[in-house]
């Protein structure tokens, strides 16, 4: 599995898919589904294993098969749009009616959307070259930073005690200035930084654990202000698909190997 990931995260790496399609609020479209309403999915394709592009071109993943999953409990027609992580918030309500993007609750976030109940886990790491001298948290003081825009692992950056902060559209952009020296360092999500960790394992460390001891954060799917009706069909969908088994399988098949 490690390796269809990994290519699909290379792929990601050259791929940008734009694809066509504009959100209106869970819209009667005509189409099959027992509500027959289509449900526009924003998400950032360039965050493995919950969203990258897949070998046949579209967003694939941890999140997408999800949400897909959550859709046709529901009786949604999902459509995914993949687009930048940090336009996702404002976009859910015009452009896309919710978001799934290995995206953390936040109550910075909160003041703008809704978030459905937590499906993951997460916490941050820290990617280092080999051989660099950060090994804990009092080591990345003063450090030029790699970080993804709009992250929480930019909010974290950001109070780190005289940092050079660089954010950059994609988590692989600030992988990439890691390996040609740009940066000291880069802070991501888990369970991507080891994907990067494996796909640049002749260059880069992933540390983490209780030598930085990051607040764990939970991810969740990002849904419109006070829409209690979506939020209620999302929710019991997700409770089912825990239930069944099928959230389980999910994990096994995009998270752990
Ligand atoms: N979990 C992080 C956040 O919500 C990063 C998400 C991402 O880059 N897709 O800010």
Redo the contacts with the bound molecule.
């Keep these: 599995m490690k390796k269809n990931i990994l290519a699909a995260a290379l792929a990601a790496m050259v791929t940008v898919t734009a694809l066509a399609g504009c959100g209106s609020a869970a819209s009667d479209s005509g189409n099959s589904g027992s509500t027959g309403k289509t449900l526009t999915v924003g998400t950032?394709a360039a965050?493995p294993p919950f969203e990258y592009v897949g070998d046949d071109g579209n967003p694939d993943g941890f999140d997408i098969a999800l949400i897909k999953a959550i859709g046709e409990k529901a009786g949604y027609e999902v459509q995914i749009q993949d687009m930048e992580?940090d336009s996702l918030v404002s976009s859910i309500g015009n452009k896309i009616d919710v978001a799934i993007?290995?995206?953390?609750v936040t109550e910075e976030r909160k003041n703008m959307v809704d978030f459905s109940e937590p499906y993951y886990e997460?916490v941050q790491n820290v990617l280092v070259a080999k051989g660099s001298d950060i090994a804990t948290a009092a080591d990345l003081e003063g450090k030029k930073i790699g970080v993804?825009l709009g992250?929480?692992?930019e909010f974290i950056a950001d109070e780190i005690p005289g940092a050079e902060v660089s954010a950059y559209n994609k988590?692989v952009d600030a992988v990439n200035d890691l390996n040609n020296g740009r940066v000291d360092c880069v802070i991501v999500?888990k369970n991507p930084a080891e994907v990067f960790g494996a796909q640049f394992s002749d260059k880069v460390d992933v540390l983490g654990g209780e030598q930085f001891d990051f607040e764990p954060?939970n991810?969740a799917i990002a849904l419109p202000k006070g829409d209690t009706e979506l939020a209620e069909k999302i929710n019991s969908a997700l409770k089912e698909l825990k239930a069944d088994g099928t959230y389980d399988s999910l994990v096994s098949k995009y998270i752990e190997e």
């Design positions: 950032n965050f992580f993007a290995g995206m953390t997460a993804q992250t929480t692992g988590a999500d954060e991810y």
